[in-house]
């Protein structure tokens, strides 16, 4: 059995990805521009991908920040998982 660590992230980390899954709508599209411009200001929205459920019930948001360090983000999964319209951050 091999002793393998995560490598460590250098910060700022330019084109960090976060993507975050949850119920389609214009709301959960508002949800995450309105908390990652709150914590990452200037973020590049045209890079923002979004990806529809087979059933069309359930989104996928691709952001792309610059990532300034563990507490930044560490407020964002939390602003993001507090709401009901969120099902998953990663």
Do not use: W
Not at 2 to 15: A, L, M, V, W, Y
Not at 27 to 56: H, W, Y
Request: with cysteine; charged share 20%; glycine share 6%.
């Amino acid at each position: 059995m091999t002793d393998q660590t995560p490598p460590k992230i250098e910060f700022p980390c330019p084109n960090y990805l976060i993507k975050v899954m949850g119920e389609s709508g214009a709301a959960l599209m508002s949800l995450v521009n309105e908390v990652i411009e709150q914590e990452a200001p200037g973020f590049e929205r045209v890079k923002t991908t979004v990806k529809d459920s087979r059933n069309g019930r359930f989104q996928s948001i691709t952001v792309y920040i610059t990532a300034t360090g563990e507490p930044q983000l560490k407020r964002i999964h939390q602003a993001l998982i507090a709401s009901p319209l969120v099902k998953m951050v990663l």
